[in-house]
């Protein structure tokens, strides 16, 4: 089937201790996004890739930054992760026109210890 | 920027009862609206969506939703509530002024379904 896996699900890291968490995609999507959900909030745009073209949310820390090498896979990098960064990390697909269908991964819920 | 607000953060219902989220968009353009389902530590599943075909929307589990622009309003209903529905529930909105259409979601509506 035709999805968006995450890897890994859960990942513990050490407090500024760099760490990239990974999405890839067998929809051939054009679109790739990046949310942050905190604990009993709803998930939050930090920015998403248009095929090459990367557009950051205004209030995103420079903290997080993405790469997408290829259409199928994209990486969320933390550079110095704080507690606050503590969360699950949505990725999610879809076409340019958003109306067809967005679809989520499992997500990652990174730890900070 | 288009937006959705979510009446009520917890909502218990019996099991058996009817299941209504309630949902109001903010929009300058007919909207495209979601609604997704959250368990614990999983990512977000569609339950269905209005992308301005028929105002009322048919989607998994037995859900479905109405889109009325009077009232501007895409509440979540279920006629039978069942336990297995208990989970956080998100109402979002696709802003079509971003290139990406991104989702704008609402803050969620968490449901209990008591025996």
């Known amino acids: 089937d035709a999805m968006v896996i995450q890897n890994p699900r859960y990942q513990v890291t050490q407090f500024g201790k760099p760490v990239t968490l990974s999405c890839s995609q067998t929809?051939?999507?054009?679109?790739m996004y990046w949310y942050q959900q905190k604990s009993s909030q709803a998930p939050k745009l930090l920015f998403h890739y248009y095929d090459k073209d990367f557009n950051n949310e205004a209030d995103t820390p420079d903290n997080f930054q993405s790469r997408r090498p290829n259409t199928s896979f994209c990486f969320l990098d933390i550079r110095s992760p704080g507690l606050g960064d503590a969360a699950m990390y949505l990725c999610?697909?879809?076409?340019?026109?958003?109306?067809?269908?967005?679809?989520f991964g499992s997500g990652t819920r990174l730890t900070v210890v | 920027a288009q937006s959705v607000t979510q009446l009520g953060s917890h909502v218990s219902v019996s099991e058996g009862a009817l299941v209504l989220l309630r949902c109001n968009y903010s929009s300058s353009v007919p909207p495209y609206l979601f609604w997704y389902v959250q368990y614990p530590n999983q990512g977000l599943q569609l339950l269905l969506k209005?992308?301005?075909?028929?105002?009322l929307v048919k989607g998994i589990n037995g859900f479905e939703a109405e889109f009325k622009k009077s009232e501007t309003s895409f509440h979540l209903t279920k006629p039978s509530a069942h336990m297995s529905d208990a989970a956080e529930y998100f109402c979002?909105?696709?802003?079509?002024?971003?290139?990406?259409?991104?989702?704008?979601f609402g803050k969620g509506t968490s449901l209990l379904v008591t025996p």
């Open positions: 209005y992308t301005s075909a028929a105002t």
């Open positions: 979002a909105v696709s802003d079509r002024s971003n290139s990406g259409y991104a989702l704008n």
């Open positions: 999610a697909t879809s076409r340019v026109e958003g109306g067809l269908g967005y679809t």
């Open positions: 929809l051939n999507h054009n679109v």
